[in-house]
C-alpha cells in the first residue's frame, strides 16, 4: 500500500515557469526522499530531507517538510524542457521504501 | 550513464519460458531491491538482499525466484510467468538495507509475456 499520495498527478507548465507538488503520509517518518524518472528510464534520486530539516535546496530544487501537517513540497524553479519527468516521494516503512503515486511534469519548450 | 547495470534491456518470452533478469553493481553496496513497475505506477518492492541474504519479500508468487551470487550481482529468476507479469523490473541498490539511506536504480528490464 502507498504511503505517501501525490498532488497533482500531472501537470503542465511552460519552460521558464515553477512547477510545484506535494506530497502527503499517513505515518511519522524520519525521512523524506524524492526522485524522478525519465521516461524509459530507472529512477534517480533528488534529494533526502530529514525529519529535523524544514527545508532543503539542491540546485534549482527545494523540498520542504512539514511534520505536523505530514506532508511535503518539491518546487521546480526556472523549469527547463530536460525536466519533463515523472517524480516520486519515497517514505521509509521499517527498512523499506514506500514510493508515492508520482506526479508527472511536462515542460513545454 | 547509471551506476546499476541491468540486462537485458528489453525482454520478451511466452508463458512456459524460463528466463533470468541480471542486476550489477560495483559500488561496494551492501543491499540489493528487486523492484516491480506498471506504466503510470510506482515502483512496489518485491525483494530485498543485505549483505547477500534474502532479508524481505513481499509475497512475491514463486514463479519469481531470486539470487543473490555475490555482493555485486543479482538474479531474477523467472518461470511459467503470465500476462500480468509484463512490466518493468527495476534493480536498485543501496550501501545498506536502511530507508534513510539513497537508492542507486538501474534503468530496468521492460518484459513482456506472451
Known amino acids: 500500500s502507498q504511503q505517501g499520495e501525490e498532488d497533482p498527478q500531472a501537470l503542465s507548465i511552460q519552460e521558464g515557469e515553477n512547477a510545484t507538488m506535494n506530497c502527503s503520509y499517513k505515518?511519522?517518518?524520519?525521512?523524506l526522499q524524492w526522485y524522478r524518472q525519465n521516461s524509459g528510464r530507472g529512477l534517480v534520486h533528488l534529494i533526502l530531507?530529514?525529519?529535523?530539516?524544514r527545508e532543503k535546496h539542491s540546485g534549482r530544487l527545494r523540498v520542504t517538510l512539514d511534520t505536523s501537517k505530514k506532508s511535503s513540497s518539491l518546487l521546480i524553479t526556472a523549469s527547463r524542457a530536460a525536466d519533463t519527468a515523472s517524480y516520486f516521494c519515497?517514505?521509509?516503512?521499517?527498512?523499506?521504501?514506500?514510493f508515492g503515486g508520482g506526479t508527472r511534469v511536462l515542460v513545454k519548450p | 550513464d547509471t551506476e546499476v547495470t541491468q540486462t537485458p534491456k528489453h525482454l520478451v518470452m511466452g508463458m512456459t519460458n524460463k528466463k533470468s533478469l541480471k542486476c550489477e553493481q560495483h559500488?561496494?553496496?551492501?543491499?540489493m531491491y528487486w523492484y516491480k513497475q506498471k506504466a503510470k505506477k510506482p515502483p512496489e518492492l518485491m525483494f530485498v538482499?543485505?549483505?547477500?541474504?534474502?532479508?524481505i519479500n513481499e509475497s512475491v508468487p514463486s514463479r519469481f525466484s531470486p539470487e543473490c551470487p555475490n555482493s555485486s550481482l543479482l538474479n531474477l529468476h523467472l518461470h511459467a510467468l503470465q500476462p500480468e507479469d509484463s512490466a518493468l523490473y527495476l534493480c536498485?541498490?543501496?550501501?545498506?538495507?536502511?530507508?534513510?539511506?539513497?537508492?542507486?536504480f538501474g534503468d530496468g528490464t521492460r518484459l513482456s509475456i506472451l
Open positions: 536498485a541498490s543501496s550501501q545498506e538495507d536502511r530507508a534513510v539511506q539513497p537508492q542507486h
Open positions: 505515518t511519522s517518518i524520519n525521512n
Open positions: 530531507i530529514r525529519s529535523n530539516e
Open positions: 519515497a517514505t521509509p516503512a521499517g527498512n523499506k521504501l514506500t
Open positions: 559500488m561496494g553496496h551492501r543491499a
Open positions: 538482499y543485505s549483505y547477500e541474504k534474502l532479508s
